[in-house]
């Protein structure tokens, strides 16, 4: 679990390897439009648990992979340092989202009420599966996983803080019914 200097910044990616030997180093963007981040003026990285600025002098995508000049990284010793960190931005710099669409932060604390079933639980994590990401909420003690897909979403309430869903038939009951 990651202390809570990090509840107010989201995981943007982590640093790879260096890149030539100029102190540039390349990183992974895990967006889903890794150019929306290419003109960052700076990032944090985790060192050690803690979020340290780092201004960014140069910076160019090569799909969905970015190689960074940070300031003050001037060789290739000072770039190994770097790899393996995590990047981090401020919640703040996310665009708003609308109607169903949301960041996996934003639904955490939502109700779940399905539309035959009714209330189901309070979400309390999204799982990021390779497969499909799905809504963990517990029922009455028992977890329930909820894939998160168009057909599943119904509605997205943030006002009263629910989300409004229909689940596969049987879905439910091999949960609940165990």
Known sequence: ????????YFYLGLITKTH??????????????????EKLEMVFLNVSGNLIPYFI????LKNNKLIVHFQDVESAEQAAELV???????LSVLPP????????HEIKGFSVVDEKFGPVGVIEDILDYPAQP????FHDDKEVLIPISEEVILQLDRIKKTMFIKTPDGLLDIYLNS
């Open 57 to 60: 002098e140069e910076s160019s």
């Open 84 to 90: 393996k960190k995590e990047i981090y931005l401020p």
């Open 97 to 104: 989202l609308t109607g169903n669409k949301f960041y996996f």
């Open 1 to 8: 679990m990651k202390p809570d200097i990090f509840k107010d």
């Open 20 to 37: 030539g030997y100029d102190g540039k180093v390349v990183a992974f963007i895990d967006a889903d439009d890794p150019s929306a981040y």
């Open 134 to 137: 799905v809504i963990q909420v």
